[in-house]
Each structure stands twice: as structure tokens, then as C-alpha cells.
């Protein structure tokens, strides 16, 4: 069966630190893989999406960036991070295999990122 | 821009009655509609999918689509305490890569 991680469950970070966030997942190969940020009490805002390794395609401007150096991880980061940074990020995934759209997305457990 | 609209509640139910969560969108193109449930501080769980108009069951949970216009639904009977977190409903629009668009979500409560 698949499996999704995501480490560190939690982090507390000053402004103008760095940041790198780290997903992997298993039992599968070829996901597509996905970043989303959730502000408190709002919904899930789309960052970044990979359909393999070293593609990364990138929603919304901002100071974060994404990489996908092997086929099952995904890394989120920042150079400096903003207090607008802080939320709860997530990692999700679904099946490859071209653009088909009929294939869910599955969640990893977070990282809630504060930034002070 | 393409969205997904939500009631953001709170939605109140009395235990053992039905919940029903609503959500229309914008991309008429969109072929995929997912509901997630979400309770505070963790991540979204998938319940339930659907891709063709009409009703789709299962369990308790019985998610409806009506495509034009533009509207899903989901259905929670016998609503128990248990059920109570909040509710996301999600499409895949139109473009490929499965890209997900999310609504804000509603806030379910079911008290005994």
C-alpha cells in the first residue's frame, strides 16, 4: 500500500530564516506530487505541482520554491521566510502516468510552519 | 479565475439527523469532485469521489452531482458526534495534472 510522510511535523521559525520541508512517498512510483498551504481557518491554496522529477511548475508567486530530486520526494524551501509564511503545509499525491483526471488526491499529515 | 464556493457554516445537526454540505463551481469543463473531511489540526481525509451526474452511496455518506448547474453535494445520514469537523469540497478543473481546486469548507457540528 501507499504511504505519504512529511517531516518536521512542526517547526518554529524565526523571520528571514531559512526553511526546507521534506515529503517522500512510498509504495508507488511515477506520482504526481503537490504542495498546498492552508492559512488558519482558510482553505487549501495550491503551490507547486510535479509530474516528475525535476519538473515543477509553480501557481502563485511568492518567495518559496520546490524540487523534486528523486522520483518520490518533494521538497518544499525558502531562502528567507516571511511571517505570511506561516500555515500548515501539505503534501499530496496521486498516480502518474500522463494527465488523466479521475484520480484522487491523497494527503500527507502536515507541517505546521510558524514563523515569528 | 476558477472556484469552488462553500457555506462556511457552522453547520449545526442534532445527532442521528442528515447533514447536507453543499458546494457549486466555476469551470464548466470540470470532470472530477471530491469531498474531504478535515478535523481541526490534521490533514484532509478523501470520502468520497464522484464523476457522473447523479447520486453515488456509500455508507452513510452519499455524494450527488447535477453538472449543469454546476453543483455537488454530499449527504451525512444518521449524523453522529464523530462527524463533526469540517468538510472540503474539492474539483479537478479542466487543463490536466490533476490540479485541485479547493472550497474554503463548512464547518459541521453534530451534538448529541
Known amino acids: 500500500s501507499q504511504t505519504i510522510h512529511q517531516w518536521p511535523a512542526t517547526l518554529v521559525q524565526p523571520v528571514g530564516s531559512p526553511l526546507s520541508l521534506e515529503c517522500t512517498v512510498e509504495?508507488?512510483?511515477?506520482?504526481?506530487l503537490y504542495w498546498y498551504r492552508q492559512a488558519a481557518g482558510r482553505g487549501l491554496q495550491l503551490l507547486f505541482y510535479?509530474?516528475?522529477?525535476?519538473?515543477i511548475s509553480s501557481e502563485v508567486p511568492q518567495n518559496l520554491s520546490a524540487s523534486r530530486p528523486q522520483d518520490r520526494q518533494f521538497i518544499l524551501s525558502s531562502k528567507k521566510l516571511l511571517l505570511s509564511d506561516s500555515g500548515f503545509y501539505l503534501c499530496?499525491?496521486?498516480?502518474?502516468?500522463?494527465?488523466?483526471?479521475?484520480?484522487?488526491?491523497?494527503f500527507g499529515p502536515g507541517t505546521r510552519l510558524t514563523v515569528l | 479565475q476558477k472556484e469552488v464556493e462553500q457555506n462556511s457554516g457552522p453547520l449545526s445537526v442534532p445527532e442521528g439527523a442528515i447533514a447536507s454540505l453543499n458546494c457549486t463551481y466555476s469551470?464548466?469543463?470540470?470532470?472530477?469532485f471530491f469531498w474531504y473531511r478535515q478535523y481541526s489540526g490534521k490533514s484532509p481525509e478523501l470520502i468520497m469521489f464522484?464523476?457522473?451526474?447523479g447520486d453515488k452511496e456509500d455508507g452513510r455518506f452519499t455524494a450527488q452531482l447535477n453538472k449543469a448547474s454546476q453543483y455537488v453535494s454530499l449527504l451525512i445520514r444518521d449524523s453522529q458526534p464523530s462527524d463533526s469537523a469540517t468538510y472540503l469540497c474539492?474539483?479537478?478543473?479542466?487543463?490536466?495534472?490533476?490540479?485541485?481546486?479547493f472550497g474554503a469548507g463548512t464547518r459541521l457540528a453534530v451534538h448529541p
Open positions: 499530496a499525491w496521486t498516480p502518474g502516468q500522463g494527465a488523466r483526471g479521475y484520480n484522487e488526491q491523497f
Open positions: 509504495g508507488t512510483s511515477n506520482p504526481n
Open positions: 510535479s509530474v516528475g522529477i525535476g519538473q
Open positions: 469551470d464548466r469543463g470540470s470532470q472530477s
Open positions: 464522484i464523476y457522473s451526474n
Open positions: 474539492a474539483v479537478i478543473i479542466s487543463g490536466g495534472y490533476n490540479k485541485l481546486i
